[in-house]
């Protein structure tokens, strides 16, 4: 980056498309979920990068560890590559790093598909983690705890994989699915584990009071929202995120729940999503 900050990146497949994969968090890494969304390099080109701070980047500057600096990184990424415009696929926090990014390069974005977006607002953002609570109050309570001692446990792997043994466990409409999963969050480095909680907390300290549906409604970009029908996440932010792009679609898919349909329901993930990046 253009402050000496190295980000780590991997390219696969080829195309005339180049999807840019914006992995979720903030402070999580490509690994979590990138190994599940490689049928898509079989006719694209696909980049996974893991954020500053995030799974094998350098995290630099904590001061610098903001939602702008990571939109920043992003448009320095696109013209490494000398990329004209990028597809941009979202999962989670990455649904709105793409967005803002679209705001701020729209001449850059071919087009945008948001996987389990995060909440557009902060108030959502409450709200969905109120609702949580109240569904699974013993397991939120642990997990408020686990991420406390994240960058100073001395097995932060082991707590990795708790954290994600009760989110997982609360995501999957067949929680059997788990194991189908290819994708694992915690398998980097012990070190990488512990500075992506800093970036988690710095980043989300940078958005503050945030509410991105003003900027949503000037996105011009064909876009395609999905989600799980069995999702325990409070389904009126999927329909703020609809209604507020102006050219958004927005699908459930059946005997899914939150965050991972290209595990759950593959067959029908890929087939839509192929069609949506073609054009159709």
Sequence with gaps: MSDSTKIYYSLHGKGKDTLFFLHGGPGQNSWGVGPDLLPLAKS??????????????????TNKLTASRHVQDLEELRQFFHIDKMILVGHSWGCLLASLYTSTYPDHVKRLLLISPAPPTRQLFQQRFAWFAKKDSVGQAR????????????????????????????????PKNIQRKKGNYCNVPEEALRKQAITARRTLQSLGNYDIIPSLKKISQPSLIIEGAQTPVPVGELYEWAKALPHAKLLFIKKVGHAYPMVEQPKIFFNVVEKFLNGK
């Design 143 to 174: 997990l408020a705890q686990l991420r406390l001692q994240m960058d100073t446990a001395s097995n932060p792997a082991f707590i990795c994989s708790q954290i994600f043994a009760i989110n997982e466990k609360l995501y999957y409409a067949n």
């Design 44 to 61: 694209h080109v696909l980049i996974f990068y893991d954020q500053r701070g995030c799974g094998l980047s350098e995290q630099g500057d």
